[in-house]
């Protein structure tokens, strides 16, 4: 009972503090002496600190109090397409330190992105100057699919990755204590707590890159199905019979929408020209660019938009979201254009009732929050446990 209050305080003053003690009373319903009693319990733990005074009507100011950044630090990892990112944060998020590896081959060996992720975690511990023991957990943000268990064990199938079991592995060469999930899912949490789904109960964060994914997400929890592997929105049939996907199905989503897809589908409106650019993302820029002049651009913009409203419907359709957040740097990149397009294609394809309840937006953070999201897992360990542990 203690600790599940001291859950309840701990989150409100994480999510929305700095609070007063008369305001973390209205807003958790906990007695005022409850409140002062686990609050002088959290002050003297180190684990909040005061901020402060506020003006209170004709009576004495009252003390502010958030939780402390220093209290404990956070390491999120985000192994990208591209690179493997480590990044070190305080518990208010701020970046302390980061490190980036290059991965060169589009399918690397489990070996090669462990040894990154542990050279990044003694990189950037030493650069900020921040003891192992002080780290209450590393985040890390995979592709494919995270089957959580005993010790987490990672699918992905477009990295050519079948059952790596990536915790046991990690574990030979750190202490700290490991949080796993997919990529998307985690800068899903980051849009949450910190961008375009903050407030919302009901989200969906759909993302484009080179490939494709999704978070649906209820109070701040992602569904996951009965291996996690829920939400592979780009792998859901846009098309019977159609593109041939990664995957190796035909048809998916992803063969349409996502970064390769979308140059692809270009290239063969060129008539097999070479599209601009030396990778993706100048590519999907110079597409976007070129629309007013290139009827072939145009084209491929306008049927992308179109790929896209139907997947984004299906969502709506499916999950009866509240909103709908597009991201990912392809998603972001096209849909700064597109949205509009998006939204009357989405209009069109959804039930009527369940549309008109869902907003479509674009994330705010940007394709970097992944090791964002990635930290907060920790955190969120921390909060539900009200710091008892
Ligand atoms: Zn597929």
């Known amino acids: 009972m203690r600790r599940r209050n001291r859950a309840v305080l701990l989150t409100r003053l994480y999510h929305d503090g700095p609070l007063s003690r008369q305001e973390l009373t209205g807003a958790t319903g906990l007695s005022a002496a409850s409140v002062s009693n686990l609050v002088g319990e959290m002050l003297e733990q180190g684990l909040v600190e005061e901020a402060g005074a506020v003006d209170s009507d004709g009576g004495r100011p009252r003390t502010l109090l958030r939780v402390r950044p220093g209290y404990g630090y956070l390491v999120g990892v985000d192994v990208g397409e591209t690179r493997v990112r480590v990044e070190l944060f305080d518990l208010a998020m701020s970046g302390l330190a980061k490190a980036d590896y290059p991965i060169e081959s589009a399918r690397p060996a489990p070996d090669t992105v462990v040894r990154h992720v542990l050279a990044g975690l003694d990189a950037v511990t030493a650069s900020a100057g921040v003891p192992h023991d002080a780290l209450l957990g590393v985040g890390i943000g995979v592709p494919g699919v995270v089957e959580q268990g005993e010790s987490a064990v990672v699918h992905a199938q477009t990295l050519g990755w079948e059952a790596v079991p990536l915790e046991a592995m990690l574990r030979a060469g750190t202490g700290a204590r490991l949080y796993f999930d997919n990529g998307a899912k985690t800068l899903g949490r980051a849009e949450m707590w910190f961008g375009a789904g903050r407030g919302a109960r009901h989200v969906v964060i759909a993302l484009v890159g080179s490939g494709v994914g999704a978070a649906v997400l209820t109070d701040g929890v992602s569904y996951r199905g009965v291996s996690s592997s829920a939400s592979e929105w780009g792998h859901t049939t846009i098309v019977y019979g159609g593109r041939r996907c990664r995957c190796g199905a035909e048809g998916c989503l992803e063969a349409y929408v996502g970064a390769e897809a979308v140059l692809d589908r270009w290239r063969v409106a060129r008539r097999g020209r070479a599209v601009p650019g030396p990778d993706e993302e100048s590519g999907i820029a110079a597409l976007v660019a070129g629309a007013e002049r290139s009827e072939s651009a145009a084209r491929v913009l306008e049927e992308t938009a179109g790929y896209l409203g139907a997947g984004i419907a299906n969502l709506i359709n499916l999950f009866n979201p509240e909103r709908i957040v597009l991201g990912g740097w392809a998603g972001l990149a096209l849909g700064h254009q597109l949205l509009p397009r998006i939204r009357e294609v989405a209009a069109a394809h959804a039930l009527r009732h369940p549309y008109g ?25 921390l909060l539900s446990e009200g710091g008892t542990r």
């Open 357 to 381: 309840q869902a907003s479509i937006e674009l994330c705010r953070l940007g394709p970097d929050a992944v090791s964002v999201g990635a930290a907060t897992l920790p955190v969120a360990q």
